[in-house]
T-cell receptor, first 114, second 115 residues
Framework: AQSVTQLGSHVSVSEGALVLLRCNYS??????LFWYVQYPNQGLQLLLK??????LVKGINGFEAEFKKSETSFHLTKPSAHMSDAAEYFC????????????FGIGTKLQVIP | DGGITQSPKYLFRKEGQNVTLSCEQN?????MYWYRQDPGQGLRLIYY???????QKGDIAEGYSVSREKKESFPLTVTSAQKNPTAFYLC??????????????FGQGTRLTVV
């Protein structure tokens, strides 16, 4: 069985501050991990993904995430928040092929304060 | 431009009525998916299809039906048997699920409200 836990359904940061969105996963086999972003009333857009190889993954819009097997974590970070980063972010995990097997977290809403 | 088109963006339905949500893609993807999104619950899989004329139930298929007569199209019908249909529905597609070195592309969603 696999699962993903996103700590904090709402996170607020000041513009220019570090963004840290937490994601912990559970998987009995090596996982594939994803972060998606969703703007209001829009679909999901892939920010970044970890499959194999380098554990530090860089994505779009200046975001990156580090796969830490020992901590079963895949936290999303961005050094400096921008107003346009305000959105909902979803962490997702799968341990096998096909998106029918992907498990999504409940999402974290990021608020950026000017 | 290639992508996934969901229509309509907003849909209102009276209780007891069936309603069909449209999803069309021109990405030449074999696999297509329907998810339901509720606040605080993330995305839950309703149905998926890996090939034309074949589809499988997801985690919450009760009260829903789908068809896959064409590669480009994967419509979702919300039937009167669905007890709580008010939600945001997302359609997605991906290249053949032979591994996760692919990504799913999502449509813009349809917000269904039962009145």
């Amino acid at each position: 069985a696999q699962s993903v836990t996103q700590l904090g359904s709402h996170v607020s940061v000041s513009e220019g501050a570090l963004v840290l969105l937490r994601c912990n996963y559970s998987s009995s086999v090596p996982p594939y991990l994803f972060w998606y972003v969703q703007y209001p009333n829009q679909g999901l857009q892939l920010l970044l993904k970890y499959t194999t190889g380098a554990t530090l993954v860089k994505g779009i819009n200046g975001f990156e995430a580090e796969f830490k097997k020992s901590e079963t974590s895949f936290h999303l970070t961005k050094p400096s928040a921008h107003m346009s980063d305000a959105a909902e972010y979803f962490c997702a995990v799968t341990s096998s092929g096909g998106y029918q097997k992907v498990t999504f977290g409940i999402g974290t809403k990021l608020q950026v304060i000017p | 431009d290639g992508g996934i088109t969901q229509s309509p963006k907003y849909l209102f339905r009276k209780e007891g009525q069936n309603v069909t949500l449209s999803c069309e893609q021109n990405l030449n993807h074999d696999a297509m998916y329907w998810y339901r999104q509720d606040p605080g619950q993330g995305l839950r899989l309703i149905y998926y299809s890996q090939i034309v004329n074949d589809f499988q139930k997801g985690d919450i298929a009760e009260g829903y039906s789908v068809s896959r007569e064409k590669k480009e199209s994967f419509p979702l019908t919300v039937t009167s048997a669905q007890k709580n249909p008010t939600a945001f529905y997302l359609c997605a597609s991906s290249t053949p699920p032979t591994g996760m070195n692919t990504e799913a592309f999502f449509g813009q969603g349809t917000r269904l409200t039962v009145v």
